[in-house]
């Protein structure tokens, strides 16, 4: 009886302090990744203006969103379906599963100093 009674507050005591370690891992992590916030002053008008850095390059402009209804109902959904905006019509989105579609032809040519020159400053 006494030794069923130690083995639950050992697995208790092992438990509580896997949840400590849990905790603290939880709670120390995110400070240890975070990083200062930036700031640009501007000595002139004694301010502080927060940087702000992008973290995605996907930009899709509120004007050229479709708008569409939202309703409720127990009928047949109409068949009618919102127009895809002329900019989305030709892009051709690669994917794992359609990269192999996409395989640009490789291979080098050699360039002359003088095709070098045009070339880069043609960019």
């Known amino acids: ?6 083995t639950r507050l050992v697995d208790t005591t092992v438990i ?7 905790f603290l891992f939880c709670v120390l992590v995110p400070l240890t990744m975070s990083g200062p916030t930036l700031y640009k002053l501007d000595e002139e008008k004694n301010t502080a203006e927060r940087v702000m850095v992008p973290v995605s390059s996907t930009v899709i402009p509120l004007s050229d ?12 959904a109409d068949k009618d ?3 895809k905006p ?13 990269r192999h ?16 020159e045009a070339f880069r400053n043609q960019v």
């Open 81 to 83: 379906k919102a127009k």
């Open 101 to 116: 579609r996409f395989v640009a032809p490789g291979g080098v040519k050699k360039l002359t100093k003088e095709e070098f």
């Open 16 to 22: 509580i302090m896997m949840l400590n370690r849990i």
């Open 86 to 98: 002329d900019y989305l019509k030709d892009i051709k989105l690669i994917t794992s599963k359609n």
């Open 65 to 76: 969103l479709p708008e569409l209804q939202v309703g409720f109902g127990f009928g047949v």
């Open 1 to 6: 009886m006494g030794s069923s009674s130690r």
